[in-house]
């Protein structure tokens, strides 16, 4: 169920890749100075926790999820709602403080389960664990309840996070638990991503001294555009040398063949071939030569699309791993290329050109012969 | 008889660097439909030259070369193709088969040349070779063949479009004299059957006596013009 990437959607997360201080920790009031950047849609924060373990007493099934993410429910179900669609489209008719939202994989952990973990209105022990210095022992595990408002649809990865892998809890109620005002990551709408960077660079004007880092992903497309581009060009150039290349070697092939065979020219000529037919040969023989090397050219050239694109793919990961945005279905971008009729044809088309064009001046000469020189060549 | 082809005062020279070397110094003479007509003397006689000049593959400095009434000094390149195609057939000494295609497919290659349809083309190409004696022998390349075989398909493409006049450049010169003898008399009863008119080129005298007149050319000039036996017969 992969959708358009999602450009409107910005990411701050805490700290930066370069060197300065960095923010760690987000607040309420950066939440309310971001929503007053214009462009802004809306701003909502979440927090964080991982590996949290979900039992179900009805039915005595345990899961664990990946991501607990605490939100702010009625923001953040506006900001994502065409991501936040419940199954069998039961939804909580109200967020209370103890709801809870099951992403779908988190709901059937693989593939062949077809019933679910848990539904609507079923109660769930959650078991948090928890780091603090002035308990001892430091970490702990605690169980709290919560009741499921209901469950997600499998929506795959639109942007650079993927809630399949996801549960939802109020962030009143988190907060509560951990006895802190903190979060973690804000996410941004803005009204246009053509805006997206402009708006990138104002939020990040808001904390300085501190540096926070946000993902955009109009800059990451444009990235990758660019990395693209780049290719492109190289391909480019390196496509222009060798058909030049290829081209004067089509000539000189060409004319060792012509000097060869003048003896046979000479003989078609004295049976009655007209120079035109000659020409004609010879073109129809460098047109061949275009065919037979476009289709070669077309095979190797998919081969080594796939083999670059697989390259390339690679080397895309995201930035931010070992996080919350590292799930089995983030962990590559992938480029898969793609081969229209249309310029596979007009590949072909251009290599025939380019062996007509070098091959008409052998075949010209060809066809040029003097019968009786021709018959006289040895 | 009427003259298929007219020889008028034909001159032509070639020069090599800074020297001029003339080959045919005025040349006339008549060629009569369907006769066998033997053009003989020494080597540099200008002999090819004259052979080259009738069947237009070359064109002369001075004179006329008529054929079907006009003058192929007036032709283009083009015409003179479609004449060389149509109304003429040449045989040389080395043969000049294209060493690649089989003897079925070096007959063929005038018709191809002039379009005709494959069916027909193959019909055609089997019987011509029938004709000389290579039905056995048509999937051959040039290089299994023996000289005479070889001598004998270019005489089947030479005759294939069913031309007028099959100019023939010492076709025996390559020959041992039996196999030499056997093309001639071949040449011979191809004339006599398809009434077509036959030019040999030779300076072999023994070849020469087999056709109907001889044309003795010497430095470029008719010493003279014999009519054999074999003519006065008739
Ligand atoms: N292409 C040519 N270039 C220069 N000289 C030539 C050429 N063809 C023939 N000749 C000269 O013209 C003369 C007549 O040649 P040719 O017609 O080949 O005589 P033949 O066939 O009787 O041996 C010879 O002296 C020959 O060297
Ligand atoms: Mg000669």
Known sequence: MQQGFELDSLTVIPGTLFAGLSRDRFYDYDVENISKISGVKAATQVMQIGNVTLYNSRNNKTVKAFVATAVNFTDFVEMFS?????????????????????????????????????????????????????????????????????????????????????????????????????????????????????????????????KVTILVPLTFIKQVDRILTIVQIFLMSVASISLL??????????????????REIGILKAIGAKSSTVLAMFLTEAMLIGVIGGLIGISTGYGLSYALAYMLSSFMQPQHQ????????????????????????????????????????????????????????E | ???????????????????????????????????????????????????????????????????????????????????????????????????????????????????????????????????????????HKPSELSGGEQQRVAIARALINNPKIVLADEPTGNLDTKT?????????????????TFIVVTHDPNIAEAADRIIHLKDGVIEGIKETPRRKKQ
């Open chain 1, 82 to 210: 065409d991501r936040f669609v419940f199954e069998n489209d039961v939804h909580p008719t109200e967020y209370e403080n103890d709801t809870i939202v099951i992403g779908h994989k988190v709901n059937y952990p693989t593939e062949d389960d077809i019933i679910p973990f848990a539904v609507a209105n079923d109660t769930i022990i959650l078991t948090l664990g928890v780091f603090n210095q002035t308990h001892f022992p430091p970490y702990y595990e605690l169980n709290y309840s919560f009741t499921v408002g209901g469950t997600l649809q499998k929506k795959g990865t639109p942007g650079i996070t993927n809630f399949d892998y996801w549960i939802f809890l109020p962030l009143e109620t988190v907060r509560d638990i951990y006895d802190t005002l903190e979060s973690d990551l804000i996410f941004v709408e803005v009204s246009d991503s053509e805006e997206s960077e402009r708006v990138a660079e104002e939020i990040e004007g808001l904390f300085p001294p501190y």
């Open chain 1, 245 to 262: 290349v290829a081209g004067i070697g089509i000539m000189n092939i060409m004319t060792v063949s012509v000097v060869e065979r003048t």
């Open chain 1, 322 to 377: 070992g996080t919350a945005f590292q799930t089995p279905e983030t962990q590559k971008m992938t480029i898969t290329p793609v081969f229209s009729p249309e310029w596979t044809a007009l590949a072909i088309i251009f290599a025939i050109i380019v062996c007509i064009i070098f091959g008409l001046y052998p075949a010209r000469k060809a066809a040029k012969l003097d019968p009786i020189e021709a018959l006289r060549y």
């Open chain 2, 1 to 139: 008889m009427t003259a298929i082809l007219g020889v008028r005062k034909v001159r032509k020279s070639y020069r090599m660097g800074k020297v001029i070397i003339p080959a045919l110094r005025g040349v006339s003479f008549d060629l009569e439909e369907s006769e066998f007509l033997a053009i003989f003397g020494p080597s540099g006689s200008g002999k090819s030259t004259l052979l080259h000049l009738m069947g237009g593959l070359d064109r002369p400095d001075e004179g006329e070369i008529l054929i079907d009434g006009s003058n192929i000094l007036e032709l283009d390149d083009d015409r003179l193709a479609e004449l060389r195609l149509t109304r003429i057939g040449f045989v040389f000494q080395f043969f000049n088969l294209l060493p690649k295609l089989t003897a079925l497919r070096n007959v063929e290659l005038p018709l191809t040349i002039a379009g005709i349809s494959e069916k027909e083309t193959l019909q055609k190409s089997r019987e011509i070779l029938k004709l000389v004696g290579l039905e056995e022998r048509i999937n």
């Open chain 2, 180 to 196: 030499g003898w056997e093309i001639v008399q071949l040449m011979r009863k191809l004339n006599e059957k398809k009434d077509q």
